[in-house]
């Protein structure tokens, strides 16, 4: 079974400040993708980032940046520079290589403070 | 270029009632999938298309069903409804494997 753990249902960060979150998975499959996805409030769902698994480079956007463990199945997310627009629900998913099912997990609630 | 769309935003049904929800993806994606979120549970696959085809189920009972038509639009049913639908249901599109979901706005669906 595949399944995406994330254990910080809520977060909050300064303005400007740098702030992680946290996600693993369980899978047994070798090639894969993950994401970030980020749900502003009352907005649609967006991609933030993604890595596949079978790169050992970290996947960097701007501020956000990855921090991907394979053989620990983790991937975090780091945001630097904090914006409030960052204010959002975040999503952590993979897909397996072999179709277009996304396992997400619940998600972590992040509160940029002014 | 048009994003996807999702039709109805909101709607209200009563237990044992159907609905009916659409999806319009963006032009030239194939795939279509279908999420429902709960507040505490994240998003839960419900199923995809490709083609018309139904490529990927999840872990939903059989009054969860969808098709999708020759020009990719997508409906999703739910028959005899609970109060546990109540959910957003999020619609998604891909152009291909590429990994990138392209979501609607979603339908919130609230069963009285």
């Known amino acids: 079974a595949q399944t995406v753990t994330q254990s910080q249902p809520e977060m909050s960060v300064q303005e400007a400040e740098t702030v992680t979150l946290s996600c693993t998975y369980d899978t047994s499959e070798n090639n894969y993708y993950l994401f970030w996805y980020k749900q502003p409030p009352s907005r649609q769902m967006i991609l933030v980032i993604r890595q596949e698994a079978y790169k050992q480079q970290n996947a960097t956007e701007n501020r956000f940046s990855v921090n991907f463990q394979k053989a620990a199945k983790s991937f975090s997310l780091k945001i630097s520079d904090s914006q409030l627009g960052d204010t959002a629900m975040y999503f952590c998913?993979?897909?397996?290589?072999?179709?277009?099912?996304?396992?997400f997990g619940t998600g972590t609630s992040l509160t940029v403070i002014p | 270029k048009a994003g996807v769309t999702q039709t109805p935003r909101y709607l209200i049904k009563t237990r044992g009632q159907q609905v009916t929800l659409s999806c319009s993806p963006i032009?030239?994606?194939?795939?279509v999938s279908w999420y429902q979120q709960t507040p505490g549970q994240g998003l839960q696959f419900l199923f995809e298309y490709f083609s018309e085809t139904q490529r990927n189920k999840g872990n939903f009972p059989g009054r969860f069903s969808g098709r999708q038509f020759s020009n990719s639009r997508s409906e999703m049913n739910v028959s005899t409804l609970e109060l546990g639908d109540s959910a957003l249901y999020l619609c998604a599109s891909t152009r291909g494997a590429t990994g990138e979901l392209f979501f609607g706005e979603g339908s919130r669906l609230t069963v009285l």
């Open positions: 032009s030239g994606h194939r795939s």
């Open positions: 998913a993979f897909m397996i290589n072999t179709g277009n099912q996304f396992y």
